[in-house]
């Protein structure tokens, strides 16, 4: 039987961070975003409207212009 995946994110609103902390999670998930869009680049995945069909993704731009 097949279950139906219901997200459930931790609530981080009320955690502090220290500086190091924030700019550290902060390189880690442009890592995360680097390391998706080499692996649709690599399958041949172009900037575009989101179009499967024709492997196009609009977020495969630079972390920062996210």
Excluded: F
Excluded at 3 to 30: H, M, N, Q, R
Aim: aromatic share 6%.
């Amino acid at each position: 039987m097949d279950k139906e995946y219901i997200p459930c994110p931790v609530d981080t609103s009320s955690i502090d961070l220290s500086e190091g902390l924030c700019a550290l999670s902060e390189d880690l998930a442009k890592n995360v975003h680097e390391v998706w869009a080499a692996g649709r680049i690599a399958d041949g995945w172009t900037k575009g409207p989101r179009n499967d069909e024709l492997k196009q993704h609009p977020c495969l731009v630079p972390y920062e212009e996210l």
